[in-house]
């Protein structure tokens, strides 16, 4: 792969009863300028238990091998693929077992976006509701992993999107089978930055209500800050309205490098509050997830309520 390139695949996973999740990442970057590396991170969210908590583990990019077929990644000793995530680190370690549900990957964009220079950045949920046991470590604090409800995801692209907000849901709490994914982004074409465009995939009750593309997005809308975010859209007969908020508290915030090797922040709760309704073609329907929705703010502006974890 030559640069500039970067790649993520990541797990996340919500306790089931209580305000708590894991949230692992492997990533290797291949800026232009700058030095290749590949880097292990490993984050918790427990703000009424021992706290929020995120360490990055670097690695030189010769110590990483990512495949397609079968689809995984390891970086030194630290291993993730379809049914299996573990790590051992200075510093914090895992143990996992994945369960994948059998819904098929969720696709945020067009087939034709997924191998087009434009968007920059991809996105794809290869398991939108799978099941976590196990352990993590990290720090002095040992979270044990029982039936726990995530997700097993892969980005990557040439350039990190400029701006935008990501949420996803997997699981609502009255209905466990529904997912969401959704997306309001700034991208680019060169120095100029585009209106936010918003993006989302629902599915729920044997639909699958989505508005993947430029073209379908005119019908959609979405506006977000720190930490909230209104959105919504008409599509195939279906009016959809959503709202995503976060507590500073429920945030954690790392700092990630770009493909040109530029500063951004990224602010992520695992803990956030998620509410659509949802109407059209005989539904009409709520869908509630209380501190269980991820919600991601990317941004070149940090946050003074939200310390730097990573």
Partial sequence: MMPPYYESR???????????????RW??????????????WVMLFDPDGAGNRALKVPHPLGDADYLSDPWSARIADSVIDDVQARASLDGASCDLAITP???PPVKLLTERSYTAKFPTAKTLVRHPLARFDG????????VAVDSWTGSVNHNWG??????????QVCGFDEHPNSSLEVVTAHAALGPLRLPATTLFVLRHAGWEVAVRSILAARH???SYEPFRWSFGGRTDGFELHGEIRAEPGDVIGLTYTDTNSATKYCYNSALANCRITLSGN?????????RRAMFEILTDQ?????????
């Avoid at 005989?282 to 209380?290: M, P, S």
Wanted: zero cysteines.
């Fill in 10 to 24: 990541f797990i996340r996973a919500n306790h089931p009863r209580r305000a708590q999740a894991i949230w692992l």
């Fill in 282 to 290: 005989g539904l009409d329907t709520e869908l509630v997830a209380a």
């Fill in 220 to 222: 959609t809308r979405g």
């Fill in 158 to 167: 040439s350039k990190h999107t400029p701006a935008y907000a990501f949420g």
């Fill in 302 to 310: 940090r946050h003074g309520d939200v310390p730097l974890l990573a």
């Fill in 27 to 40: 990533t290797r970057l291949l800026p232009k300028p700058g030095d290749a590396v590949a880097d292990v």
């Fill in 135 to 142: 352990t993590v470590t990290l720090g002095d604090t040992r």
């Fill in 101 to 103: 549900g059998d819904e």
